[in-house]
RNA sequence: GGGGGAAUGUCCCGAGCGGCAAAGGGGGCGGACUGUAAAUCCGCUGGCUACGCCUUCGCAGGUUCGAGUCCUGCUUCCCCCA
């Protein structure tokens, strides 16, 4: 258990104090190493949409923290295993993405990357690689005589990923099949080319790596080993990163910084203390004097996390106007001028204005919330169906529409 | 190759004697209570030019006043035997 092994060296006693690790294939022996030189480490991470989410963020963190304690961090694309399709923790089989789409999403994922490391030539500057570089190339014959046989289809049958699927008498198709081998080769190839003796990932990954683990002593590289993070959940036990329009995507167009941010302002009491460890860079006595902050207090606290977390991905500045917008719109109850805005004509009906903004999907969706009363302009509530947007409304020229009483739009003409 | 099952509201699971816009969950959204929290309670969750109309139960036909439900063919998936 990690909680009876007290890690001497920075990397992994930074990991431990802010909660990044849930297993380790040998803590003693890593610890020792990290205590030795520089080490080098690699998060793989899928392409199989055009940005990262949350759940991505942890390992993202880790590589950050291990950099930070002098370590140099790889972060692998997996433009050749996205082809394949990781079966882990899938009911199905995930429609096969074609190569253009898993290019376009590999180049689309890449920019996050920045934020959080630093690439470049000095020691310990991060190294960014593609898999693909080297799956593609593999030749059938010679990767079944040189890893396949390395292989025991007895033992791939028992890990959770493949006997899952068997269990519940799901498809798994021969590709699939295959991925873990795949991630198992990454592995070596990496402690080839780059020396590296560490993989990290969610908690989800840890069959792929510690049978990468396992392929590089029988194919005879150094000792490699593997690290992983628990799974990212709310304290009431469900798995985050989903909300009402899809999940939460570290890319800003995909969403924005005030989204972000408020995905974080809403964070529940029980979690803001793990959060901030996880998610921002703030020290640990200052992270604990604000964990301290109980009752309706503690919502400053979130106030910090939300800045501090949307900071490290937006920006200070896109942060504090996130940060200012909210201000706004919750505590003074005025329409900040940077709340999202639409251009909607003069007699723009009432329904037809909340599925042009997204508060509704369509106008029987809009109607019934209309109904219950959750939508108002320039915050009075209005429940008639009929309302016509008019001159009238317009406040220094614009109409501040809401629903519900988190989502606010700005609507110009 | 032979035999037996399955496919339901496009978020998921899942009931469904021939009258069904289709039970029940989960999830989501909204309301109340609060602190932009959690828990709890209530409402909504196919569409529309809306006391009515239109479109939905793998696909295509058929029987019937009427089909998710019965019949025929097809597709896909699963299981057993070979």
Redesign the pocket.
């Known amino acids: 258990m990690t909680s009876q092994f007290s890690p001497k060296s920075d990397f992994l006693r930074t990991l431990m104090d802010r909660g990044y690790i849930h297993q380790c294939s040998d803590f003693e022996g890593l610890d020792q190493k990290a205590r030795s030189g520089m080490l080098t480490a690699y998060v793989g991470y899928d392409c199989t949409a055009p940005s990262l989410h949350i759940g991505n963020l942890i390992s993202g963190m880790m590589l950050h923290w291990f950099q930070q304690t002098g370590h140099r961090p790889i972060t692998l694309m997996g433009g050749g295993t996205t082809r394949v399709g990781d079966p882990s923790g899938k009911?199905e089989t995930r429609k096969l993405l074609t190569v253009e789409q898993i290019e376009g999403n590999k180049n689309s994922i890449k920019g996050v990357f920045g934020k959080l490391l630093n690439y470049g030539p000095d020691g310990n500057g991060a190294i960014m690689v593609d898999n693909a570089e080297w799956l593609t190339k593999l030749n059938y014959i010679d990767m079944l005589r040189d890893i396949g046989r390395h292989f025991s289809i007895n033992r791939m049958l028992t890990m959770d990923s493949v006997k899952l699927r068997?269990e519940r008498?799901?498809?798994?198709s021969f590709i699939e099949f295959n991925y873990m081998i795949l991630q198992s080769y990454d592995f070596v190839e990496l402690a080839r080319n780059y020396n590296c003796s560490l993989q990290m990932g969610g908690s989800d990954q840890w069959g792929n790596i510690v049978n990468g683990v396992d392929l590089g002593r029988r194919m005879g590289t150094h000792q490699l080993y593997a690290l992983t993070t628990p799974l990212l959940t709310?304290?009431?036990?469900?798995k985050m990163g989903?909300?009402?329009?899809g999940a939460v995507w570290l890319n800003a167009d995909m969403f924005s910084p005030y989204d972000y941010?408020?995905f974080w302002?809403?964070?529940?009491?029980?979690?803001?203390s793990r959060f901030l460890k996880l998610f921002t860079l703030m020290p640990l006595d200052e992270i604990a004097r604000l964990s301290a902050l109980?009752?309706?207090?503690?919502?400053d606290?979130?106030?910090i996390l939300?800045t501090e977390a949307t900071a490290l991905l937006h920006g200070r500045a896109a942060a504090e106007e996130a940060?200012e917008t909210?201000?706004k719109?919750?505590?003074e109850g005025i329409a900040a001028e940077t709340l999202p805005s639409f251009n909607l004509p003069i007699g723009t009906g009432l329904?037809?204005a909340n599925?042009a903004v997204g508060?509704?999907?369509?106008?029987?969706?809009?109607?019934?919330?209309v109904?219950?009363?959750?939508?108002?302009i320039n915050d009075v509530?209005i429940t008639d169906t009929r309302r016509i947007l008019t001159a009238e409304d317009f406040r220094d020229g614009a109409i501040k529409l809401?629903?519900?009483?988190?989502?606010h739009v700005l609507i110009k003409a």
């Open positions: 009911d068997l008498e799901q498809e798994l709310t304290a009431s036990g469900a989903k909300t009402a329009s941010w408020q302002r809403n964070t529940e009491d029980a979690d803001v109980a009752g309706s207090e503690i919502n606290a979130k106030k939300a940060a909210a201000r719109t919750f505590e329904l037809a599925v508060f509704a999907s369509s106008n029987s969706n809009a109607r019934q919330l109904e219950s009363g959750a939508v108002r509530v809401s629903m519900g009483k988190k989502k």
